[in-house]
């Protein structure tokens, strides 16, 4: 009996691939001699290469992403060494845009599942398990026929998104990793850089088995549903009509992700994300740049000032995680233009701000007039852009110690008290943190692993640098400190707590030990505030705070 292997790769254990269980359920009635494998890139390649022998399978099918092909590439060698006569195929976007050429690279593949596999791989599953067809007769294939020349079929019609079967795993496997779910595909935009534009056609899967889909995670509990749609609030009415039903289904465990536009945000959508659960949902709201000629270029739309107002508005509730993107690397934009972008969008105060470089993705039309634009980017996954004519390699460098300085001081949480009062004497956010990048490279840290107090003590050094170490700035980060976690060894900044040593204690009597009790002494005298953590944000992870009397 044949055996058919479809494996995934992922980027972390805690992520999941929902295509390879959506091309099981596709192929039906030969459920029982498909089996699927997901592993990581983390782990050792003999690991997977060991499971796949056991698993004994005749063809493996490999779902392929910008962040998997160099690792599968090198299974795709490695595989025939150990099963000879097993056939290797590949799918997913990473290889449906430059087929022939994959197979070129890899002369062991034997081919190419191209677009949407729902529709392709149930006939090839046939081809295999009943010997019944042949390639040639199969739309979407690029393959290798018997004398060994790379053929390819047409591409296969868009699969109706209500006929694609829902894959279900066992509800204690949701507790553990992040679900991701698909109740759209293709994008009303049409971005130069996104290959959702290349999705001509717009199509929803019904808002009826949207719910009940999403009641099976709900009764199970998983901490996090994923929305793949690129822009879920496209359809007013129907993001309303999702949105409130998971307000009013809310269980008080499951967080749903959602990748909006901000500006196409309605009042009826605002007045129902205001009464959510704080925690209940996130959003990421892709902005890429400030300047408008450059998102012109690209061919984006947007309405940056109600997208300023929306993002402030959602703000003001209080319950919303926001996620805003910059791209660097797009065409038009120098260092000049994004620095007043990084400002713009830093000035909203998101919860993070994802500094993104610009991926040169095959397919997109940045990738077909990349030569004619003067893009240059590297040749191997993920394609991330090293220069453009706008903004040179050195620019690239210096953004990419923005970017790492971001990541660690903004995006992290545990420095929000000590940048705020660090950024009072800068004019730009991202000189500051430019600034900062430079310090870490002149006293080489950057290449270095460091701690959460190394952190704090490099924060010190470059304060002291720009006479900015004053008593102010390291309460400020004896708050910060607290506000993440109980510390059982106080910080050298942090102030001598024995005058208090009487008081503290019977704050202790009375809140208990599972708390911290700070002073700080200020000119006004010291201030008692208790850090609670078994109250923390659900946005945040902070400590719940409260100002003792």
């Known amino acids: 009996m044949k055996k058919i292997l479809l494996a995934a790769i992922n980027a972390k254990y805690i992520h999941s691939n929902l295509a390879v ?151 204690e496997e949701f507790r553990h990793k992040i679900i991701y779910y698909e109740s759209s595909r293709g994008c009303p935009f049409r971005c130069a850089y996104c290959l959702s534009s290349l999705d001509k056609r717009l199509r929803y899967r019904s808002t009826e088995k949207v719910k009940r889909e999403l009641s099976v995670f709900l009764e199970a509990q998983a901490p996090q549903v994923k929305f793949l749609d690129r822009t879920f609030n496209c359809d007013p009415k129907r993001s309303l009509e999702l949105w409130s039903w998971i307000r009013e289904h809310d269980n008080g465990v499951t967080n749903f992700h959602f990748e909006i536009a901000a500006d196409l945000l309605t009042e009826e959508e605002l007045r129902v994300m205001e009464g959510m659960r704080p925690g209940l949902i996130q959003l990421e709201i892709g902005v890429q740049s400030t300047n408008m000629e450059v998102i012109r270029r690209i061919d984006r739309v947007m309405d940056l000032e109600r997208l300023r107002r929306a993002v402030a508005r959602v703000k003001s509730f209080g319950n919303i995680h926001q996620h ?31 500094l993104g470089f610009l991926k040169v993705l095959k397919g997109t039309r940045i990738w077909r007039e990349a030569e004619q634009l003067g893009v240059r980017c590297h040749s191997r996954a993920p394609y991330e852009v090293l220069s453009t004519p706008w903004l040179s390699y050195g620019d690239v460098l210096t953004l990419k110690g923005v970017e790492e300085m971001v990541e660690v001081y903004y995006n992290s949480r545990q420095f929000e008290k000590t940048l705020e009062a660090l950024l009072e004497d800068w004019a730009s956010a991202f000189d500051f943190f430019r600034k900062l990048a430079e310090h870490y490279e002149k006293a080489g840290y950057s290449q270095v692993s460091h701690s959460r107090m190394a952190r704090y003590d490099i924060l010190r050094e470059f304060a002291g640098e720009e006479g900015r170490l004053d008593d102010r700035l390291d309460r400020c980060m004896v708050f910060d400190l607290y506000a993440r976690e ?39 005298g010291p201030r008692f505030v208790l850090f609670d953590y078994d109250r923390r944000d659900p946005l945040t992870g902070q400590a719940h705070v409260e100002e003792l009397k």
């Open 21 to 171: 269980y959506h091309l099981k359920a596709a192929a039906g009635k030969y459920g029982d001699q498909i089996e699927i494998g997901e592993y990581t890139i983390n782990q050792q390649p003999d690991q997977i290469l060991g499971d796949i022998y056991r698993r004994q399978p005749d063809v493996v099918a490999f779902s392929c992403y910008i962040w998997n092909r160099e690792f599968v590439g090198m299974l795709l060698e490695e595989i025939p060494k150990i099963l000879p006569d097993v056939k290797l195929w590949a799918g997913g976007p990473e290889v449906s845009f430059d087929a022939e050429a994959f197979l070129r690279e890899h002369p062991r593949a034997s081919g190419v599942m191209r677009g949407e596999g729902e529709g392709v791989f149930p006939k090839l599953a046939a081809y295999y398990i009943e010997e019944t067809g042949a390639p040639e007769e199969i739309r979407g294939l690029s393959y290798r026929d018997a004398d060994g020349r790379i053929c390819s079929t047409p591409d296969a019609e868009p699969v109706e998104m209500d006929e694609i079967p829902f894959v279900c795993g066992k509800p």
């Open 324 to 354: 805003l993107d910059l791209i660097a690397g797009l065409p038009g934009e120098d260092l000049e233009s994004f620095r007043r972008s990084f400002d713009e969008v830093f000035s909203m105060r998101p919860d993070q701000l994802q």
């Open 486 to 524: 109980r510390r059982k060894s106080r910080p050298a900044f942090a102030s001598d707590r024995t005058p208090y040593r009487d008081r503290l204690r019977e704050y202790e009597r009375k809140y208990g030990k599972q708390v911290h009790i700070e002073v700080f002494e200020e000119e006004t």
